[in-house]
């Protein structure tokens, strides 16, 4: 069977800072979107005291669960990639945007399933949840099974596996998570956008994500460290920062992908797929 190439648009290559104005940027357009930006991160700050109340007392699912947030975010911020994406067209930026985003997509896009169908943002989606899901399994069966203590509340895990002094499993917990998320990482940081602005194939959008990555190992890696800054403090802050940090990244994601990807040669996904 021949084997068929895959088009891959150009990705740029930018600065060390250049991570430093998609903040910025994202910034900007959480002004400039208002209440509906906002509103993400409050929905987002919720569903974190939702998975709060639940295992509060059960912090070895928790720690699985909060960190999840990391893994299926780039899901999360979709539309506002598109919120971005129509402040950057210079349209109304408001909760119709929204609602085309998450409710009315499929009008426009019965065929389930296509190369180039908007069901591949589905489909990404459906795996980087299943990534989630498999982390807080694993994540909760290292800390059950080899805590040497029961582990239910957040001093437990500072003191029994943070702080343990003979143990390892504090860094091994922390190597299979990053081992988990640098691929991940690699496969949708721009995945999601482009999916969502243009008419490419899952497989197109990984292998575009991967490029960028690879293309531009040390700002990456700065945006990286700079999105797990950003979570970490919105955890840490009774999840109140999530309602700033959340919808800031996402905005400043979609300005990552179109500094990064020349995605000029797609085409454009039509009105329903916003």
């Known amino acids: ?7 891959l648009p150009p990705v740029r290559t930018v600065g060390l800072m250049q991570p430093l104005a998609w903040l910025a940027w994202g910034w900007r357009d959480m002004a400039r979107a208002g209440w509906v930006s906002w509103a993400h991160g409050l929905a987002l700050a919720l569903f974190g005291a939702l998975i709060v109340a639940v295992a509060h007392n059960r912090f ?4 699985g669960a909060l960190s999840g947030f990391l893994v299926v975010g780039p899901v999360l911020a979709t539309s506002l990639y598109a919120l971005s994406r129509a402040l950057e067209r210079r349209e109304r930026a408001d909760w119709s945007v929204v609602n085309r985003t998450w409710l009315q997509w499929q009008r426009s896009h019965p065929r389930k399933w296509g190369d180039h169908d908007y069901w591949c943002l589905v489909q990404f989606g459906l795996l980087l949840a299943l990534a989630a899901t498999g982390w807080v399994l694993t994540s909760a069966a290292l800390i059950t099974l080899l805590a040497p203590v029961r582990v239910d509340t957040p001093l437990d895990f500072v003191r029994h596996v943070v702080l343990a002094r003979d143990g390892w499993l504090f860094e091994l917990w922390l190597g ?3 081992l988990l998320a640098a691929p991940i ?15 490419a194939t899952l497989r197109q959008a990984v292998l575009t994500s991967w490029q960028a990555v690879l293309s531009n190992p040390a700002p990456m890696a700065l945006w990286a460290a700079l999105i797990l800054v950003f979570t970490l403090l919105g955890l840490g802050s009774l999840l109140l920062g999530l309602v700033a940090a959340m ?15 020349d995605a000029s040669g797609l085409p454009e996904r039509g009105e329903g797929a916003a």
């Open 185 to 199: 990482f690699a496969s949708s940081v721009v995945a999601m956008p482009l999916l969502l602005d243009r008419r």
């Open 176 to 178: 299979l998570g990053s």
């Open 247 to 261: 919808p800031m990244l996402g905005h400043a994601s979609w300005h990552a992908y179109r500094d990064l990807v």
């Open 1 to 7: 069977m021949p084997h068929t190439q895959v088009f």
């Open 60 to 63: 070895w699912l928790l720690a």
